[in-house]
């Protein structure tokens, strides 16, 4: 913001100060970014992108958000200083952009609900990255595939008391969409560590190269 807003007005574009300005936001936004795809509960799930829903509705808040404002903040000032005109004037200029924002709210309507129910229809395929090794654990050491499955147990224990305690805690201040969304988080998460432990056993008891039992002997 600073270098935007000194930039080619108090200070020439190429002033070095001004060129480390967009030098650190470029590296910041990097860190951010990398910090983000690391951390175990990030602030913005970047997986979230991946999603046209969110995607869409993040671009149009943005160029959105990018055009009014400067609309709202920069043709006031464009009509006082330069043709003279009053505050009232300013403000009657801003109405055809503001009744056109009426007029296009039914059509944006339309599109959200549109995404929403293609959003709702879409079938996720399960990514659980134990999946693809399941299939070749007979072939490693059973010892050592129990100890890395005791530890996803204690791991997917504290996600399961996390989740129930941000399902508590917003139990009064959210709407019941997103309290269902976190109590399905909440869900799933105790269906998987039951998965967990059933696997955790037969590795422990070297039952993975078994083969003509069900899971339930």
């Known amino acids: ?89 300013s403000g009657t200029v801003l109405t055809p952009m503001m009744l056109g924002v009426v007029a296009r709210t039914e059509a944006g309507k339309a599109l959200f609900h549109g995404l929403l129910s293609e959003q709702l229809l879409e079938r996720m395929p399960k990514c659980n990255p134990i999946y693809a090794a399941l299939p070749f654990v007979h072939h490693g050491n059973q010892e050592e595939i129990a100890g890395i499955l005791r530890e996803r147990i204690e791991q997917q224990e504290q996600f399961i008391l996390h989740m ?27 269906i998987e560590l039951s998965w967990l432990e059933r696997l955790h056993k037969d590795a422990e008891h070297g039952r993975l190269l078994e083969r003509g039992t069900s899971l339930e002997e």
Do not use: C
């Open 1 to 89: 913001m600073f270098a935007l807003e000194l930039g080619g007005k108090d200070y020439a574009w190429n002033w070095y100060p001004i060129i480390s300005l967009f030098a650190g936001f470029a590296l910041l936004l990097i860190g951010f970014i990398y910090r983000e795809s690391k951390a175990a509960d990030p602030i913005v799930p970047l997986v979230l992108f991946r999603k046209r829903l969110f995607t869409a509705s993040q671009l149009i808040s943005f160029f959105y958000g990018a055009v009014m404002i400067s609309a709202a903040t920069y043709i006031p000032i464009y009509v006082q200083g330069v043709y003279q005109g009053t505050a009232s004037q």
């Open 164 to 190: 129930k305690s941000v399902y508590e805690e917003h139990i009064a201040t959210v709407p019941r969409g997103v309290l269902h969304l976190m109590m399905g988080a909440y869900e799933h998460a105790k």
